[in-house]
């Protein structure tokens, strides 16, 4: 997808963070953006904020709730006609747990969000973009921790990123397959920490999906929480600027990219070392940086 001027975007979880700064992005480009969160206040208050900057609608939706998604299909097209760019944003997180220590609402809320809410998207707005017979793309937002190397301790996270990773494989090879003009990217959000909402979703979380037995103390970190830790720790750790970092994922999708990543060339002696052990029939996951041994 090469032109943007005039095209229609879709931005799930677009009221803050990443979401937000490709909001950001797309409008500098002279898109019609729809915005998708399921907070209304941040939702309305980006509507506000960038209403001089271009043709901006905001949807409140829960992206785990297909009807809701549904919803912002239809709203989509009665307002705009089309949707050229689709981008499943949206995601939540939980403190780290053991997997034994795991109960089953954690998993239900993050990859409820995280991948249902891929499914949803793709389920909802695609048979419309196949139909329309335009060019356009899908983008869906994954982690390096799950799609390239996960950590142990983010087993819930960890396990939702990797099958977004694998759902936009196969969706980008049955775009292909059947001939259509639509194409589908994996965005890793990367470059450095992430100064985003992701630290908290917390606040989010329903609570008919609470948990029975509050996290332990230290499982679960703020931003600041993080960075004090590791400067305390000795870490200088690089914070990326999320307008750059829209800005490197818009370059990518004007480049057809399938994987849009900052540093994604790193990623090749990552995945051969797993694919190794993986091969001597080890783990591949290193647990020294973990605390794990």
């Not at 939980?94 to 249902?116: I, K, R």
């Not at 329309?132 to 799609?147: P, Q």
């Not at 703020?222 to 960075?227: I, L, R």
Request: charge should be negative; proline fraction near 4%; aromatic fraction near 6%.
């Amino acid at each position: 997808m090469r032109e943007f001027r005039d095209r229609v975007a879709v931005v799930t979880g677009g009221a803050s963070g990443v979401g937000k700064a490709l909001v950001r992005a797309f409008l500098g480009e002279g898109m019609k953006v729809v915005v998708a969160d399921v907070e209304e206040p941040p939702l309305k208050a980006v509507c506000q904020e960038f209403a001089d900057l271009g043709d901006i609608t905001g949807v409140v939706t829960d992206v785990s709730d297909p009807a809701s998604v549904n919803a912002l299909a239809d709203q989509t097209y009665s307002t705009y006609g089309a949707c050229h760019l689709l981008c499943n944003n949206a995601g939540v997180s939980t403190a780290n747990f053991d997997v034994w220590e795991t109960e089953p609402s954690d998993f239900q809320w993050v990859h409820g969000v995280n991948v249902h809410g891929v499914a949803h998207g793709i389920q909802s707005f695609v048979p419309r973009m196949i139909e329309a017979g335009h060019e356009g793309a899908v983008i869906n937002t994954s982690s390096g921790d799950g799609g390239v190397s996960p950590l142990a301790q983010q087993v819930v996270y960890a396990s939702s990123k990797a099958a977004v990773s694998i759902m936009t494989e196969c969706l980008d090879a049955q775009f292909v397959g059947r001939g259509t003009k639509l194409r589908a990217s994996i965005f890793y959000p990367s470059g450095g920490i992430l100064a985003t909402g992701i630290w908290t979703t917390k606040r989010n979380r329903p609570t008919n999906l609470a948990r029975s037995v509050a996290p332990k103390a230290g499982s679960e970190t703020t931003f600041d929480e993080f960075m004090q830790g590791a400067k305390a720790a000795g870490y200088e750790m690089p914070v990326q600027d999320l307008d750059e970092l829209a800005q490197f994922a818009l370059e990518g999708i004007r480049n057809e990219d399938f994987v849009i990543m900052i540093g994604r060339e790193g990623m090749e002696a990552t995945l051969n070392e797993r694919a190794a052990k993986l091969a001597r029939g080890e783990c591949p996951i290193e647990l020294a940086h973990m605390g794990l041994e």
